[in-house]
C-alpha cells in the first residue's frame, strides 16, 4: 500500500515558478513508476508528466513540454514538480499518482493517488 500527499501548490504570477511535491509512504515506492496528472474546472483529469522507478525515463504532455520537469528522489520517497514560465491555463488541482507497474499516460491505470494541491496563476 502506498499513501501520497501533495504539496507546494499555491498562487502565482504568469511566468513564475512552483515546485510540487509528492510524498510517499510505503518502503516499495522506489520501485513504483509515478505521474503527475491535472484537472481545471469543469475539464477532465489531464497527463502531465511520468517518471520510471528508477527515474531513467520521463514523458511529458506537450502542453509542458520544455516548462515542467519531473523527477524523484527514492531515498526520500518523494515525487517533485518543477514547473516554470507558468501559464494561466496551467491553472488546476494536480495529483500525483503511482502503481506497481504501469508507467504511461492512462489515469486509469494508475493505482494510488493522492489528494491534490491547487496550483492558480494569474495573469
Known amino acids: 500500500q502506498v499513501q501520497l500527499v501533495e504539496s507546494g501548490g499555491g498562487l502565482v504570477q504568469a511566468g513564475g515558478s512552483l515546485r510540487l511535491s509528492c510524498a510517499a509512504s510505503?518502503?516499495?515506492?522506489?520501485?513504483?513508476?509515478m505521474g503527475w496528472f491535472r484537472q481545471a474546472p469543469g475539464k477532465e483529469r489531464e497527463f502531465v508528466a511520468c517518471?520510471?522507478?528508477?527515474?531513467?525515463?520521463?514523458y511529458y504532455a506537450d502542453s509542458v513540454k520544455g516548462r515542467f520537469t519531473i523527477s524523484r528522489d527514492n531515498a526520500k520517497n518523494t515525487g517533485y514538480l518543477q514547473m516554470n514560465r507558468l501559464k494561466p491555463e496551467d491553472t488546476a488541482v494536480y495529483y500525483c499518482?503511482?502503481?506497481?507497474?504501469?508507467?504511461?499516460?492512462?489515469?486509469?491505470?494508475?493505482?494510488?493517488w493522492g489528494k491534490g494541491t491547487q496550483v492558480t496563476v494569474s495573469s
Open positions: 517518471i520510471s522507478w528508477s527515474g531513467g525515463s520521463t
Open positions: 499518482a503511482a502503481d506497481r507497474t504501469y508507467y504511461g499516460t492512462a489515469s486509469g491505470e494508475y493505482e494510488y
Open positions: 510505503g518502503r516499495t515506492f522506489s520501485n513504483y513508476p
